[in-house]
Nanobody, 129 residues
């Protein structure tokens, strides 16, 4: 089975940091874009960060650029999201997702919330003010 398992969520205060992890099983990251999607209560899903295997580039939503970093450990088949300087508006359930893609680009952030070959169980991140 193709599976993604996210972990590392929690409750933090404004300005603090968290690291999310997403371990893949049943497939390797070769040829896949892997990223993080979040959904806040009452809002649509938002792609926030993506690592593209096609061009070995990373892409970020403007709302997290400069604060979040996505990186991947292929040996561990795990993708991470380092979140620094967290804000209350970052509060959401965070999901990891994977999409087979031959081309990189910002389109991946728009696609991942709704088009994916693997989707992980969410991790709750709550940032208090």
């Amino acid at each position: 089975d193709v599976q993604l398992q996210a972990s590392g969520g929690g409750l933090v205060q404004t300005g603090e940091s968290l690291r999310l992890s997403c371990a893949a099983s049943g497939f390797s990251f070769d040829g896949y874009a892997t990223g993080w999607v979040r959904q806040a209560p009452g809002k649509e899903r938002e792609g926030v960060a993506c690592f593209s295997d096609a061009d070995y580039s990373t892409y970020y939503a403007d709302s997290v650029k400069g604060r979040f970093t996505i990186f991947r450990d292929n040996a561990k088949n795990t993708v991470y999201l380092q979140m620094n300087n967290l804000k209350p508006e970052d509060t959401a359930v965070y999901y990891c997702a994977a999409l087979r893609a031959r081309v990189g680009g910002l389109w991946l952030l728009r696609a991942l919330p709704y088009e994916h070959d693997a989707w992980g169980r969410g991790a709750q991140v709550t940032v208090s003010s």
